[in-house]
């Protein structure tokens, strides 16, 4: 028998000894995968870090064939096993027919039967290297890839034990925050490799890191870090800045979400949810009504009526020449300029039908991963981000969808019919004709009062993924709008000869009466937030529970100033240098109530810059406040003055995001009363502001004529801003990771309440984390802690409560810079408020949070609640220059917080908390009776925090020295 090698390496095995070594890439490997920040990873990986007998050795018999190695396995040593090698893969070693007679020493460790072992093996039969379950080879999980499973070899540590024997892997799972850096920049490593994912959002490790599971012993002691990176779902292609055009359908589905927490087991709270859930869906509807009426205003009254109809208007612009009712042509008829005029605002309503089909497909069509959701989260009071339909809105967004579309289309079709029916009803008109309008205008009241049933009728699904479509809905809906419209079109194309356009269409009454429904809206909105908010009172609630609807009157007032500054920059284009609505002007311009909106801008500019010197002033005062407490906080050090400044008023500047829901209502209330005085004096007076103060008091005369000038050029300063801000960013990726941001943090929830919002990123990233985290722990049993920074760390606890109880059980959850509490759990309290995160740190196994004051997003999560939060942290982590620190300590903010010392320490007490129920069950990598060596004691809950990271797993820290200066826990 040969001498047995004393290297403390295991043998190389007989089958791969000329292979090369395992960190080279085999011949037939193609490169590792290396991605750069500067363009897209490529779609297929393909790992080059492959176990060098991977392609070579017999699968069938997994035999480790090493020379003079006791058998690892103890419960095959005296029971005979089956031999499952195959006859076209003989092997060299001479078997014992009769395990319970073969010597120990016997060279053949052979795999025990499949049948007692739960360990997966690698099919290297397929040039795929599918992963195959050998107890169940069906059992796969999609886009998980299996580690190889092996026999362990003598005097090797057991598969998946970076802290010795018995200890699973440990895997640290990295989520960026708005406008994330790349993989490079999280791992550290400018050599990454992608794991799972695509060229959208993925799962990337460094190079090193690539075959971990394959080789636990190299990961001993450390957690192998993978990064998830999901920026390119909100700030990818060019085409995400024409999604600025949607900002307040986004803000309107925002609100659905800001309602307040409903009081549990409370009689009527159901109906109070259900009720605040249709009036924002009510107040959806008439958003995409305005926006189409404003499209109408611009192409259909001031274009084709009042432009086309006027000789001195067409005859300066040539292109407008063929629609001229003095040239004669066909086109020059009133009722067809119209109905050529129709096409802009029908093909608006057809692109954000298909923007928001295409999403759909991408987003809320995604079936959710099956056997994810808790069975526990099937009721209404388990905490709704945990149920297994919450991010999946297929049913609802596609109804939601059909009615907006129909209502797009069904406003279209009264614009037009509107006038034509009008004039034909007049004294001398065709009966006929007359006939056809008043069918032609019952239809669309029917049309109307469809799309409201659908609207009203039912909301979200969360407790189960619904499957069905409504396909009456879906596809009779809009089809049939769609041919009403036809049928207006050719009934207004019919010939009227004598028929002229003069004076405006009647668009006064309709947005007025769409301005005065969205305000009654919102007044019953607040209504029901605030009976919900009296049911279940949360202090830590943004304006008492009205913030909801605080937030729909921003998306209404945005709603408006959009549309009515389209109107009124298209005015100006076509009157000249004259006012629109004024004496002398050329053109009568567009709706008085559109000039009204614009001339309260003056006023409300004046209000927002008086609340910035409050918020100012408040600020500047905390600054001296603590200006004068700093340097006590760094003991030894020398005061200074200047140094104390900076950091006190990173604190106060920081300080000053808890003054935004104030800012918001007072914006919110100002923008309402304004609104409610412009609207008033549109009706009574029937005039533009300067019209109607002329005559009155010299000072209000110049007042009035003032506000709606500066009103108009403020309106049309902020539309070319807009217009221009999204023309870089198509251009510029800078620009275009900027306006990501605002929908990092506005598309986080799904499209509840508008189908035209911008697509919800969530809906993919929390799938993708719940489909890593579960794949990961079941085919390793290892332990893993998922490390979220700002916006990454609402993803992350969105993603652990979608884990199944098992899975959640073996999690532990690392926030840092988070948003949970300080915006999400103000902002959003039914869904991220005390209860919920409470519920969620009930049930993960541990959870840290870190934050600093001088950080103006995060904060503390659960304040007076479980021992969650450690901060604030101290920010800079040296006060002056010293010989550990010789150059100034920055102020660090929301960045960096990997670099402050308690990150480690935080996260390697997670990691040795998680031990105990980690080795209790292993269940991808338990051996029959296998020998292991003893564990160590694991610190009790109640002590993790005295964990000592850099000492052995599971062993209480000595009492050591406290931590930087301002640190506190």
Avoid: K
């Avoid at 275009?736 to 990123?761: E, K, N, Q």
């Avoid at 902002?827 to 993960?844: C, I, M, S």
Wanted: with cysteine; proline share 11%.
């Amino acid at each position: 028998m040969p001498d047995t090698p004393t290297s403390d390496a295991p043998p190389p095995d007989a089958s791969t000894r000329d292979a090369p070594p395992p960190d080279a890439p085999t011949p037939d490997a193609p490169p590792p995968d290396v991605y750069t920040r500067d363009a897209p990873p490529p779609d297929v990986y393909t790992p080059d870090a492959r176990t060098p007998d991977a392609s070579t050795r017999d699968v069938s018999t997994q035999e480790a064939r090493t020379p003079d190695a006791p058998a690892s396995d103890a419960s095959t040593r005296n029971a005979p096993t089956p031999d499952v090698s195959t006859p076209d893969a003989p092997t060299p070693d001479a078997r014992t027919p009769d395990a319970s007679t073969r010597d120990a020493s016997t060279p053949d460790a052979r795999t025990p039967d499949a049948s007692t072992r739960d360990v997966s093996i690698r099919d290297a039969s397929t040039p795929e290297a599918r992963m195959l379950d050998v107890s169940n080879p069906e059992a796969r999980m999609p886009g998980v890839s299996r580690p190889e499973a092996r026999t362990p070899e003598a005097g090797a540590p057991e598969a998946g034990a970076p802290g010795g024997p018995g200890v699973p892997l440990a895997l640290e799972l990295l989520v960026h925050g708005v406008a994330g850096a790349g993989p490079d920049e999280l791992l550290g490593d400018p050599r990454t490799v992608r794991v799972s994912g695509d060229s959208t959002a993925a799962v990337f490790r460094r190079a090193e890191d690539a075959d971990a599971e394959a080789h636990p012993e190299r990961h001993a002691g450390r957690p192998v870090p993978e990064a998830y990176c999901w920026s390119r779902l909100t700030s990818g292609n060019g085409t995400r800045a024409l999604w600025l055009l949607l900002l307040p359908f986004m803000v309107a589905n925002l609100a659905h979400w800001a309602r307040p927490a409903p009081p549990a087991a409370a009689p009527g709270s159901p109906r109070a949810v259900r009720a605040y859930g249709l009036l924002v869906r009510v107040l959806a509807l008439s958003l995409t009504v305005l926006l189409t009426a404003a499209a109408c205003e611009v192409a259909l009254d001031l274009v084709a009526w009042q432009c086309a109809g006027s000789g001195t208007c067409t005859g300066s612009r040539s292109r407008l020449g063929f629609l001229s009712a003095d040239g004669g042509g066909w086109w020059g008829r009133p009722g067809r300029r119209l109905a050529l005029g129709a096409l802009v605002p029908a093909a608006l309503t057809g692109l954000l039908w298909f923007l928001s089909n295409r999403t759909w497909s991408a987003y809320e069509s995604q079936p959710p991963p099956a056997g994810t959701g808790d069975p526990d989260a099937l009721d209404d009071t388990a905490p709704a981000l945990g149920r297994p339909g919450f991010w999946y809105g297929r049913r609802l967004v596609a109804r939601l969808r059909a009615a907006h579309t129909a209502a797009g289309l069904l406003t279209v079709a009264a614009a037009v019919a509107a006038p034509v029916a009008r004039h034909d009803r007049r004294a001398g008109g065709a009966p006929a004709l007359a006939a056809v309008g008043w069918t032609v205008e019952a239809l669309l009241i029917g049309g109307a009062v469809a799309v409201a049933w659908v609207v009203c009728r039912r909301g979200r699904t969360e407790a189960r993924p619904d499957h069905r479509l409504d396909r009456a809905a879906v596809t009779v809906l809009p089809g049939c709008a769609l041919g009403l419209l036809a049928a207006v079109l050719v009934y207004a194309c019919w010939s009227r000869p004598g028929w002229s356009s003069a004076g405006r269409l009647p668009g006064d009454f309709a947005f007025g009466v769409i301005m005065l429904g969205q305000g009654c809206a919102v007044l019953a909105l607040a209504l029901v937030a605030r009976h919900l908010y009296r049911g279940a009172p949360d202090p830590a609630a943004a304006l008492r529970g009205l913030g909801g609807p605080a937030v729909a009157m921003l998306g209404c007032a945005l709603g408006g100033v959009m549309s009515g500054g389209v109107a009124q920059r298209v005015a100006d284009w076509l009157d000249g240098g004259a006012t629109p609505g004024m004496a002398g002007a050329p053109l009568p311009g567009p709706p008085v109530l559109l000039s009204w909106q614009a001339a309260v801008l003056p006023p409300l500019l004046l209000v927002l810059v008086g609340l910035a010197l409050w918020f100012g002033v408040r600020g500047a005062r905390a600054r001296r406040r603590l200006a004068a407490t700093v340097a006590a906080e760094y003991p030894g050090e020398a005061p200074d003055a200047a140094r104390s400044r900076r950091i006190a008023g990173a604190r106060a500047a920081a300080a000053l995001t808890d003054s935004a829901p104030w800012f918001v209502a007072a914006v919110s209330g100002v923008t309402l009363l304004l609104g409610a005085g412009a609207l008033a004096g549109a009706w009574l007076s029937g005039q533009v502001p300067g019209e109607a103060a002329r005559g009155a008091h010299p000072l209000l005369e110049t007042a009035a004529r003032a506000a709606q000038e500066t009103g108009s050029w403020l309106v049309g300063l902020g539309i070319a801003a807009f217009v221009t801000w999204g023309r870089r960013a198509y251009r510029d990726p800078a620009a275009r990771r900027t306006i990501g941001i605002l929908w990092d943090v506005g598309t986080f929830w799904p499209r509840a309440a508008h189908p035209f919002a911008p697509p919800c990123y969530a809906e993919r990233a929390v799938p993708d984390l719940t489909w890593r985290m579960t794949g990961w722990i079941g085919s390793t049993g290892g332990r893993l802690v998922i490390s979220g920074h700002s916006q990454g760390s609402v993803l992350a606890a969105a993603a652990v409560w979608q884990l199944p109880p098992r899975v959640r059980r073996r999690v532990a959850l690392l926030t840092y810079g988070s948003p949970l509490g300080r915006l999400y759990g103000r902002w959003f309290p039914a869904y991220f408020g005390p209860g919920p995160l409470t519920a969620l740190h009930r049930e993960v196994d541990c959870w840290r949070n870190l934050w600093r004051s001088t950080d103006p997003i995060g904060g503390p999560v659960l304040v007076g609640g479980p021992e969650v939060d450690r901060g604030p942290l101290a920010d800079p982590i040296a006060y002056g220059r010293s010989a550990r620190h010789p150059l100034p300590a920055p102020i660090l903010g929301h960045s960096a917080y990997q670099a402050d010392p308690a990150f480690a320490a935080e996260r390697d007490a997670l990691l040795a908390r998680l031990g105990a129920p980690a080795r209790a069950d292993v269940p991808a990598q338990r051996f029959s009776e296998a020998p292991t060596a003893p564990t160590r004691p694991t610190a009790p809950a109640d002590e993790a925090d005295q964990a000592d990271p850099a000492a052995p797993e599971g062993r209480a820290a000595p009492a050591g020295p406290a931590g930087p200066p301002g640190t506190a826990r």
